[in-house]
């Protein structure tokens, strides 16, 4: 009886691991997880915050002239489409265009990028 419990044990330990062990992986530009996935071009859908009062902590806005910051809560419900899938600092991102929703930075601070694993699990994007 008790080698069976211990045995339920491993198993649920082992079945916690797999499940939390998932990443994000990129390959034939094409970016995976959990059972999504992403191309150049598609269509990604920004919903709401996941922060403090709204604010996005997974999405960002800016551009290389500007510096990126998080999204703030009122650019929720964005359409935006994917301009690039990369690896940067060891990290996955996803750069967007804004289609609709956002007011355009002047110095074209108008890109969105994804942290794509945090803003899937925390339900940042649609």
């Not at 044990?9 to 998932?22: E, K, R």
């Not at 071009?41 to 999405?59: H, L, P, Q, R």
């Not at 930075?105 to 803003?119: H, S, T, V, W, Y």
């Amino acid at each position: 009886m008790i080698y069976m419990s211990r045995l339920i044990l491993v198993l649920l330990f082992l079945s916690a691991i797999t499940c939390y062990g998932q990443r994000a992986k990129y390959a034939n530009d094409t970016l995976t997880y959990k059972d999504l996935k992403f191309i150049t071009g598609d269509t990604v859908n920004v919903a709401y915050g996941s922060g403090e009062n709204g604010k996005f902590v997974f999405i960002f806005s800016g551009s290389a002239m500007t510096g990126t910051e998080p999204l703030s809560a009122n650019n929720s419900k964005l359409t935006t489409r994917i301009e690039k899938i990369y690896k940067s600092s060891g990290r996955l991102l996803i750069r967007c265009k804004v289609l609709e929703g956002m007011v355009k930075n002047p110095l074209g601070g108008n890109k969105i990028f994804i942290e794509p694993e945090g803003a899937i699990d925390k339900k940042e994007i649609d």
